[in-house]
T-cell receptor, first 110, second 112 residues
Framework: NAGVTQTPKFQVLKTGQSMTLQCAQDMNHEYMSWYRQDPGMGLRLIHYSVGAGITDQGEVPNGYNVSRSTTEDFPLRLLSAAPSQTSVYFC?????????FGSGTQLSVL | SQQGEEDPQALSIQEGENATMNCSYKTSINNLQWYRQNSGRGLVHLILIRSNEREKHSGRLRVTLDTSKKSSSLLITASRAADTASYFCATDVRGGADGLTFGKGTHLIIQP
C-alpha cells in the first residue's frame, strides 16, 4: 500500500496565482484532513472531510477550498496565493485515534 | 488557539539516556496521542492513551496521562541516534470538531 500520497513535493508561486495540492489515500479511510505546519506553530487544521461529499472548516480555513468527490482524493485549492500561505502542507487520513500522514508539500509564495 | 503545549521546546541528551517530554492541554479530551516527525518527513503515530487510562507502554515508549492536571508525558528509554526527531502531542477534544489538535512539538537530539 502507498498510504497517503501528496503531490507536488515542492512548489513556488507568485502572489495571486492559484494552484491545487493533491492528496490521495489507498486505505479506504472516510476521514481526511489538511494541516499546515509553520515554524514554532505546530500543525494547524485547515479543512477536513468525514466522507465523500462532506467537508468542513478547521482552525485556519481562509484562502483555501476543498472538495471530496471520492473516498480516495482530497485536493486543497489555493484560490489566490498570498505570502502568508508559505508553509509546509500535510494531508492526513485515518480517524481520531490514528492519523496517517503524507510526506508534505513545501510551498513558497513570493 | 493551540490545545496542546509541549515542554521543553528542545532537548539534547546522550545516547543511552532516557528522554522525557511533557504535554499540557486545555480542555477535556477523549484521547491523547504522540507523533514523531523526522526532518523533512510527515508525522508518524507512536502511541495513544485514552482519557480513562493513566499509563501505557509500547516498546521503549511509556506514556502517562493525568486528566486532573491536563497533562501527559512521553518517556523514551535507552535513547538511540535514530530517535532524533520532533515529537508532538495531539488531542481529540471531547465535544469538539472532528480532527486532532497538535501542540508545537519538542525537538529531541540524541548525541552519539
Amino acid at each position: 500500500n502507498a498510504g497517503v500520497t501528496q503531490t507536488p513535493k515542492f512548489q513556488v508561486l507568485k502572489t495571486g496565482q492559484s494552484m491545487t495540492l493533491q492528496c490521495a489515500q489507498d486505505m479506504n479511510h472516510e476521514y481526511m484532513s489538511w494541516y499546515r505546519q509553520d515554524p514554532g506553530m505546530g500543525l494547524r487544521l485547515i479543512h477536513y472531510s468525514v466522507g465523500a461529499g462532506i467537508t468542513d472548516q478547521g482552525e485556519v480555513p481562509n484562502g483555501y477550498n476543498v472538495s471530496r468527490s471520492t473516498t480516495e482524493d482530497f485536493p486543497l485549492r489555493l484560490l489566490s496565493a498570498a505570502p502568508s500561505q508559505t508553509s509546509v502542507y500535510f494531508c492526513a487520513s485515518g480517524n481520531n485515534e490514528k492519523l496517517f500522514f503524507g510526506s508534505g508539500t513545501q510551498l513558497s509564495v513570493l | 488557539s493551540q490545545q496542546g503545549e509541549e515542554d521543553p521546546q528542545a532537548l539534547s541528551i546522550q545516547e543511552g539516556e532516557n528522554a522525557t517530554m511533557n504535554c499540557s492541554y486545555k480542555t477535556s479530551i477523549n484521547n491523547l496521542q504522540w507523533y514523531r516527525q523526522n526532518s523533512g518527513r510527515g508525522l508518524v503515530h507512536l502511541i495513544l492513551i485514552r482519557s480513562n487510562e493513566r499509563e501505557k507502554h509500547s516498546g521503549r515508549l511509556r506514556v502517562t496521562l493525568d486528566t486532573s492536571k491536563k497533562s501527559s508525558s512521553l518517556l523514551i528509554t535507552a535513547s538511540r541516534a535514530a530517535d532524533t526527531a520532533s515529537y508532538f502531542c495531539a488531542t481529540d477534544v471531547r465535544g469538539g470538531a472532528d480532527g486532532l489538535t497538535f501542540g508545537k512539538g519538542t525537538h529531541l537530539i540524541i548525541q552519539p
